[in-house]
């Protein structure tokens, strides 16, 4: 690829991260912590985040035609910069060194059923979609 090519992609990726970052710090700030310390924002972020990509991608591939760099920029970008893998690992040892290991278990199952079932929610919703 083209050192020029190279550099748009880079950006497109940026501005997604950015829409993407920016979003989901705005989710943190309306999501508050469930009182047993359960992290519903990144929960929440996460199962969004993973119906968001599934639909993109599905969406994207039954899309003839389309620029490659919508695909970056939504997905790589967007989803990228909104959904935290990081911050769940994180909250989850948190829980865990806290002695809440029920709540952890939860959360993490939780996690990641949720997000499997958004993720085939998208996917499915954007195949009927997209005929």
Request: hydrophobic share 55%.
């Amino acid at each position: 690829m083209p050192l020029q090519g190279l550099l748009l992609n880079c950006v497109v990726v940026g501005a997604g991260g950015f829409v993407g970052a920016v979003a989901r710090y705005l989710m943190g700030l309306l999501v508050p912590a469930h009182q047993s310390g359960f992290p519903l924002g990144t929960f929440a972020v996460n199962a969004i985040g993973a119906f968001a990509i599934a639909f993109v991608a599905t969406w994207f591939l039954r899309q003839a035609g389309l620029d490659g760099r919508w695909l970056l920029f939504a997905m790589t970008g967007i989803c990228g910069g909104f959904t935290t893998f990081s911050s769940f690992t994180w909250e989850s040892l948190q829980l865990i060194q806290r002695g809440d290991v029920l709540v952890a278990g939860g959360y993490i199952l939780a996690s990641v059923a949720v997000c499997l079932v958004a993720a085939l929610a998208g996917q499915q919703l954007a195949a009927r979609l997209a005929g």
